[in-house]
């Protein structure tokens, strides 16, 4: 029987002499590639992704005849997308062995941030075969005005890491860009790279136009079945496992012992700051001074790039990293893979562990490393999800205004648009499907003159209906101002972190190395002299200096500044409930470490288990305050949602809450008055407490006095272009920004309630920090199903919870409390 | 009141008013500064049509800064009911700001003007007064022992009493509050910028320099129903 095979002889011959064999699903990928077809491609790691998705496109650039001088240039053969740029970069780097070694006269070029402005300018001259690029650049590309001549030959659009793309603000501006660039070279075809998803029908529409009112098109798709089983194990110490905390102390003998057993091993935690941690602890103990390198964003580029060459050399025993290290760059060869604290997503958890031994058919090897009693369920739960091989991404949310505004901008940066043509665009991409036509309108609007009932603005255009039924900008100045915006990233703003001398008279000695950033609340707390961890090492905070933050060396191994080491995620929906069906389930303890057990069947025995479909409630007096702890396991945000809305209504039951404190698994409220006695007496009833009514006038109430919204309403502003993140000639420093733009708010919440940027504001708040729908979920799920219980003191359970509540800053502390303690004593008596 | 420190027991009048310069005046926590006994209202920076000026430049900010800015002015005007009422310059954000205001904002601050004894003291960014607002302008004027300009003067200045750099304190050790403030020694004072687009800048910044007596020195930051006096010691910069 003879296969066709899609393969032209090179390649055969290529494969064959690195003793391959070209794989299924590159085929498959090649034999779509020639038919002009978009498809999603998902492969756990290791699996030749990346070489499967350029294949078909080295394949027709190879049958493709050569340019002859004097004919027109060729534009882009194949466009490559990424979220990071070192991955554009790492992905030059790998294409280069096989264009080598078939023997291919291909372009291949990167371009992101640093790319140099000649060099910018002789790839609009003369444009490489294939550009790697991030979703920010492809805009920038699309707002020239070149570029119809730039991507009217394009063949491809590669998408890697589709899956941590298309959940973001990123993703939507790249699906308009999508839409943008079919419109300009029709014939282009999308393939979508992807790990594990939730639901993979979701990717393959968004990687096609849609037709308006129809069920969605999909494209084809081809999914490599998982390779070798990982093995996983959860670390097992000698000395008990802390109720509370994040630092996973009491494992840093063992993780140390486990680097000396392995060739190089991958150290991954959940915050910047925890790496800074670990690392340090790390070294305090490191006898053999084994090379241990730190990975992190914030690290100086200069510093990241050594890391990342010293992994490929194989210099390095071990590093310790945050999510800079999570997506596909491949770099050394990892032996062990080690997540400090609870993994907060089964798919998060295969993506890290599948860093280890980047060969499919061999298993990853990987140690689970909880920081507390919680994470160790956490950890259980992540390993029985990754066995199963279940997956946990998030579902693609509606496209944002914000972005499609900065897009209508960056179309008319172009040149002139129909409305008409736009919306069509607009709403074959897969977010905007469901976008009305008033809506858009709206937005354009928004662009024109800021979107106001008072038509204070129309004289000031920034696009004008011009005679012939197009949009036009009307000033040059409106696209310089669009190109130094660009981009959905409104990160916390980022201070470099510059080593100076010691502060003497006005200020701190300048001019040293830059040792890379931190985010500006950071530094807010800090006063000159104050110590804390960064790049590795204890520095003394000398001072600010515009935008950049003096330090100094100190001797000192012993940082003032505690840093707060929580997860940035919250701990998904999936893992939320496997943890729940664990705890409820004394059959399954047999795989948790005896204190945990222990522990478990303590609970048991004082109090009630949480059952997986209802809500436990205890309460019980402590120290003077009575204390509701609910164990909802849905996740830091919804919980702090739920905090708030539940501490307003323990207001309005007479109950006088005082604060509350919320982890990934439970929640805590402390109140002044004997919040157990009247549940008991139905007054109110638990039911009555938790009812889903609170999220309706409550949840208003809250939100407008709310800051979330505030944060929310800054980064629409500055993405829709109507506050600027970067002004010609000035860069605004992020505090000036905080101060107009809350201004702005509050003005604008006032005179114009609905204006489409507030309604912006408010669906990311809810879908994002608020974590609402989660929040309404569990509500629903537990109606019915809520088990109080009183309690004469504190349950086993609850133990880790009440441990934070003498951690943590009191959620909700009012301004006013630190303007008391501010202010000055004696006059403070005379002026109350 | 207890132990006061030395050279602190003139910062409040017998009476619990705020000793500038021996007038005996209240910082209201509005950010106007009210003094009784002349029945006078000093509001500084109200930097009218702000929204706009940025409108023109293609930043189409909200534009009803000036609405909300004056809804606020006519609230302290109606609870404090002055005779006399001096807007301490920068009160237009440009030349060409009058004539952008809304009809019904030209309206309600016609009448604002025409219901107290107004005077315009002019600032740099409105050097000439309104046409068409009525009330009387000045580079300066002194009311007993004060002296009202838009702009302080270099150096210490006994009672001088001035906007222009739109004052703002900021303050806390884990997490901070920034407010707008009145700043003064006792001597002269700086009033917080009235306007709902005027941003603040911190006391702890260069433009204040030498301008103050530094031990003496309090922010009093403004919150919804008072003012907080707070001393430079506590101050944190940006």
Redesign the interface.
């Known amino acids: 029987m003879t296969e066709t095979r899609p393969l032209p002889p090179k390649f055969e011959a290529w494969f064959a002499s690195r003793g391959w064999q070209p794989r299924a699903h590159q085929l498959a990928l090649i034999e779509h590639g020639l038919a002009g077809r978009s498809v999603l491609l998902i492969a756990p790691t290791g699996a030749g992704k990346t070489l499967a998705g350029f294949l078909p496109t080295l394949v027709d650039l190879a049958a493709r005849p050569k340019w002859k001088p004097g004919t027109r240039r060729r534009g882009i053969h194949t466009l490559y997308v990424s979220p990071l740029k070192a991955l554009a970069v790492d992905i030059e780097r790998n294409l280069e062995t096989p264009v080598a070694g078939i023997g291919l006269d291909v372009a291949i070029e990167t371009r992101t941030g640093d790319t140099s402005a000649s060099r910018r300018q002789r790839q609009k001259l003369i444009p490489p075969d294939i550009l790697l690029t991030t979703p920010e650049q492809l805009a920038l590309l699309l707002a020239g005005s070149d570029a119809e001549t730039f991507f009217e030959d394009l063949k491809t659009v590669i998408l890697d890491e589709l899956h941590a793309l298309v959940t973001s603000k990123r993703g939507d501006l790249l699906a308009l860009g999508l839409a943008r660039l079919r419109a300009i070279a029709p014939q282009m075809r999308t393939v979508g790279l992807s790990a594990t998803v939730a639901d993979p029908d979701e990717l393959r529409a968004w990687l096609v136009p849609q037709a308006p009112d129809a069920p969605p098109a999909l494209s084809e798709i081809v999914t490599v079945a998982g390779g070798a089983k990982p093995d996983i194990r959860i670390f097992e110490a000698d000395e008990s496992i802390p109720w509370a905390g994040h630092s996973a102390r009491y494992a840093y003998d063992g993780l140390l012992a486990e680097i000396g057993r392995h060739r190089m091993t991958l150290i991954f935690v959940n915050t910047r700051s925890q790496a800074e941690m670990i690392f340090s602890e790390l070294w305090r103990i490191n006898e053999a001074t084994l090379p241990i390198a730190l990975h992190h964003g914030s690290l100086d580029v200069g510093q990241r790039r050594k890391v990342e060459a010293a992994m490929a050399d194989g210099r390095l025993r071990a590093v310790v990293a945050t999510s800079t290290l999570d997506l596909g760059i491949d770099w050394g060869d990892i032996d062990l893979v080690i997540h400090v604290g609870a993994p907060k997503g089964a798919s998060r958890l295969a993506q890290r562990v599948g860093r280890a031994n980047h060969r499919m058919d061999e298993p990853s090897k990987a140690l689970l490393v909880p920081a507390n009693r919680f994470e160790v369920l956490e950890c259980q739960a992540a390993l029985d999800a990754n066995y199963v091989g279940a997956q946990d991404t998030p579902p693609i949310r509606d496209g944002a205004l914000d972005v499609l505004a900065q897009h209508v901008l960056g179309r008319a940066v172009a040149g002139p648009f129909r409305a008409d043509d736009l919306y069509a665009e607009v709403v074959s991409a897969y977010p905007y499907r469901r976008l009305g036509r008033h809506r858009f309108d709206r937005v354009v609007d ?1 662009v024109a ?4 009932a ?1 038509r ?2 129309e004289r ?1 255009a ?1 696009i004008k209906l011009t005679a012939d039924g197009t949009f036009r900008l009307t ?1 040059p ?2 696209a310089q ?1 669009y190109r130094l915006n660009v981009g959905t990233i409104i990160e916390s703003p980022m201070l470099k972190v510059r080593l100076g001398g010691k502060a003497r008279g006005h200020g701190p000695v300048m001019g040293g190395r830059l040792l890379g950033e931190v985010e500006e609340y950071f530094c ?2 800090m ?1 000159v002299g104050d110590t804390f961890l960064f790049a590795g090492e204890v520095l003394r905070f000398e ?2 200096r515009e935008t950049e933050v003096i330090v100094s060396r100190t001797k000192s191994s012993d940082p003032r500044i505690p840093v707060y080491a929580g997860g940035r995620f919250p701990l998904s929906t999936f893992l939320a409930a496997s943890v729940r069906r664990l705890i409820a389930d004394p059959e399954s303890w047999g795989r948790l470490p005896a204190p945990v057990r222990d522990w478990l069947a303590l609970q048991k025995e004082h109090s009630l288990l949480p059952r997986p479909d209802g809500l436990l409630i205890e309460t019980f007096p402590h120290e003077g305050r009575f204390y509701l702890v609910l164990y909802p396991f849905e996740g830091r945000l919804a919980h702090q949602t739920l905090g708030m809305l539940l501490t307003r209504r323990l207001e309005r039951f007479g109950l006088r809450p005082l604060g509350f404190v919320a982890t990934d698994y439970v929640i805590g409220v402390w109140c002044a008055a004997d919040v157990g006695a009247a549940l008991s007496a139905g007054d109110p009833t638990p039911a009555r407490l938790m009812e889903p009514d609170m999220l309706g006038d409550d949840l208003e109430a809250w939100m407008a006095e709310s800051y979330l919204l505030k944060r929310m309403f800054k980064a629409c502003a500055m993405i829709a272009g ?3 993140k970067n002004a010609i000639g000035s860069q605004k ?1 992020g ?2 920004v905080t ?2 733009t809350d ?2 708010y ?3 919440r ?3 309630p609905d ?1 489409i940027l507030l309604e912006a504001a408010w669906a990311d708040a809810s879908s994002g920090l608020l974590d609402l729908r989660r929040l309404s979920d569990m509500l629903s799920r537990i109606t019915g199903r809520i088990v109080h219980q009183r309690l004469g003191r504190i349950s086993p359970l609850a133990v880790p919870i009440m441990l934070e509540v003498g951690r943590e ?1 009191i959620a909700g ?1 009012a ?2 409390d ?7 004593d ?7 | ?5 030395q050279g ?1 027991d003139d ?2 009048t017998a009476g ?1 008013l705020i000793n500038l310069n021996g007038a005996a005046v209240r910082f209201d926590p509005a950010g106007v500064l009210h003094w009784p006994e002349e029945r006078l209202v000093v509001v500084a920076d109200l930097h009218l049509e702000k ?2 000026s940025q ?11 000036t ?2 800015t004056l809804r606020a002015l006519a609230a302290v005007l109606g609870r404090l009911r002055p005779e006399r009422v001096i807007a301490l310059g920068d009160s237009f954000h440009d030349g060409g700001a009058e004539g952008r205001l ?1 009809p019904a904002d030209f309206d309600s601050l016609a009448a604002l003007v025409a219901g107290a004894d107004w005077t315009w003291v002019a600032g740099n960014h409105d050097p000439l007064p309104p046409a068409g607002l009525g009330g009387r302008p000045v580079e300066e004027i002194a009311v007993g022992s004060l002296t009202f300009r838009h702009a302080p003067r270099p150096g210490r200045a006994a009672g001088e009493v001035a906007g222009h750099l739109h004052p703002a304190a900021k ?9 707008r403030a009145f700043v003064s020694d006792g001597g002269r004072c700086i009033l917080p910028a009235f306007g ?5 800048l911190n006391v702890m910044d260069a433009a204040f320099a030498g301008l103050f007596e530094r031990a003496r020195l ?1 922010a009093w ?1 403004l ?1 919804d129903n ?6 430079s010691a ?1 101050f ?3």
Do not use: C, N, W
Request: charged share 30%.
């Open positions: 928004l003159t800021g979107g106001y008072l204070a603005y000031y920034k000033h100045r409106f101002g807010e707390q006063k001072g600010l109507l506050v600027e420093t505090r000036q101060v107009s201004l702005i509050d003005v604008l006032e005179h114009q204006h800053r502390e301004d006013e630190i303007l008391r303690a501010a202010a000055d004696i006059i403070r008596e005379a002026m109350a | 009141m207890t132990a006061l420190r602190d910062v409040l619990g929204g706009s409108g023109s430049r293609g930043r189409f900010v909200p534009p009803y800064d609405r909300a809304a303050v806390g050790r884990v997490r901070s509050v920034r407010r709902a687009y005027t941003g603040g309090i930051m919150s008072r003012v907080y006096p707070v001393r506590e944190i910069p940006d």
